[in-house]
């Protein structure tokens, strides 16, 4: 099976930063794409990044210019760098992985258990 273990949420000030970071392991053949997600209270799950094996990056609109998110293949390693952090960003934030299973060579995603991050003052 496979793990995504993320870190690095905490409570920021508006303005500040943080860097999330998740990392994947167990039988892992190649990951393909990965993302982040976040859930704030009271709301449905949504799509904050995504990077495809490819390497081209995708974001919602909230976060354009604020957000960045890249990888590590060689430690199976996904971050994303949040700067300009404002309240409406407080939320769950969950890693996702897109992995290719390396003995059956199976497609399969697999979430992280979400790190909290609150922007508040």
């Known amino acids: 099976q496979v793990q995504l273990v993320e870190s690095g949420g905490g409570l920021v000030q508006p303005g500040g930063s943080l860097r999330l970071s998740c990392a994947a392991s167990?039988?892992?053949?190649?990951?393909?794409?990965v993302g982040w997600y976040r859930q704030a209270p009271g709301k449905q799950r949504e799509l904050v990044a995504t990077?495809?094996?490819?390497?081209?990056?995708s974001y919602a609109d909230s976060v354009k210019g604020r957000f960045a998110i890249s990888r590590d293949n060689a430690k199976n390693t996904v971050f994303l760098q949040m700067n300009s952090l404002k309240p409406e960003d407080t939320a769950v934030y969950y890693c996702?992985?897109?992995?290719?299973?390396?003995?059956?060579?199976?497609?399969?995603?697999?979430w992280g258990q979400g790190t909290q991050v609150t922007v508040s003052s």
């Open positions: 996702n992985a897109r992995v290719v299973l390396t003995y059956s060579k199976l497609l399969r995603d697999y």
């Open positions: 167990g039988s892992i053949f190649s990951i393909n794409a």
């Open positions: 990077m495809p094996s490819g390497g081209s990056t």
